[in-house]
């Protein structure tokens, strides 16, 4: 690549980064503005690889280890091996950056995370683990939409809570009865736990849980275009925008992050 093409590409993928770097910041102002929504949290709680890795994967190819040591001290050669790993769908160096993130989000929007068959998830048990008192609250939006109705109107986002906490007395009122039980030695503490799995059946999907979920960068990818779009519901939608933001305040893999944002989530 001659002086002036690396010229333009740097300057293409500054803006592409600041574009991105506003995008991310407009949704952190538009969590201020729904207080439901802000229910809703993602953390980046570890990541491994770089621009640099990317690169390194996909010049094993072409160089031996020693040769290809020296280019990394390159930005510009890293950028451009980096954004043709994007554009030309050679996604298996892509795979060198992983991501580790801690999500807390209602159950009925983690049915929907959990089709991403490409990562790996770890979820609370409702068997070792009394479930919290804690449901996603009713979206402003939603209440807009039933106050149209002639039926509950206003009353709905009242019905909804006391619905989700009736279902929650139920559920704790079965684990304090199993408690005394299994004080008095009436029931075994397999028993106990067998029971407490089936009672937790009865909260709501609005119930918040927590999962950790790996996902490598095609797959970070996929996840953005499928979920941090227009089609998407809002919360899964929000826990593709907060992943999003977490990893570009992170300036994880920057080149590769800017060129995949700038090409729709798509590789190849
Ligand atoms: C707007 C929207 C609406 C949806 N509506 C519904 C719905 O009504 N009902 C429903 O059940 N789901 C629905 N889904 C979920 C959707 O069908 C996918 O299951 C989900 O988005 C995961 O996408 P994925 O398979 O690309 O991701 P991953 O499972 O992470 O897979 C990533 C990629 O790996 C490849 N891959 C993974 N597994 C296989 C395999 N076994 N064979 C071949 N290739 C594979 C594919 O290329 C896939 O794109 C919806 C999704 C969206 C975004």
């Known amino acids: 690549m001659n002086t002036p093409e690396l ?19 407009s949704l952190i102002e538009n969590d201020k503005e729904s207080k439901t929504m802000s229910r809703i949290q993602v953390e980046l709680q570890e ?3 770089s621009d640099a890795s990317i690169a390194n994967a996909a010049w094993t190819s072409t160089y031996d280890k020693s040769r290809r040591e020296d280019k990394y001290d390159d930005p510009e050669k ?25 999500i807390r989000m209602p159950i009925f929007t983690d049915r929907q995370h959990m089709t991403h068959r490409i990562a790996s ?5 409702g068997r070792y683990r009394t479930l919290p008192s804690d449901f996603f609250t009713f979206p402003a939006d939603v209440e807009e939409i039933m106050n149209k109705t002639d039926g509950w109107g206003a009353a709905s986002a009242g ?17 304090d009865l199993l ?19 089936i009672l937790r059946a009865v909260l709501p999907t609005a119930s918040m849980v927590e999962r950790t979920t790996i996902m490598n960068l095609v797959s970070f990818a996929n996840y953005q275009r499928l979920r941090n779009s227009d089609h ?18 992170a300036g994880i893999a920057e080149t590769a992050i800017a060129e995949l944002f700038q090409r729709g989530w798509r590789i190849g």
């Open 179 to 197: 408690r005394k039980a299994e004080a008095e030695g009436k029931v075994t503490n397999s028993e106990f736990k067998r029971a407490r799995e």
């Open 7 to 25: 010229l333009i590409l740097a300057v293409g993928l500054t803006v592409a980064f600041v574009v991105l770097i506003e995008y991310v910041a």
């Open 78 to 102: 890293v950028a451009d091996i980096v954004r043709r790993c994007v554009r030309d769908g050679h996604s298996v160096p892509l795979e060198s950056v992983i991501f580790r993130f801690w």
């Open 121 to 125: 998830h770890n979820g609370l048990s």
């Open 159 to 175: 019905s909804f809570v006391a619905l989700c906490q009736s279902a929650y007395d139920y559920y704790r009122q079965g684990l």
């Open 232 to 249: 998407a519901q809002p919360e899964i939608r929000r826990v593709a925008e907060l992943m999003l933001h977490e990893v570009v305040y």
């Open 47 to 49: 990541h491994m690889g």
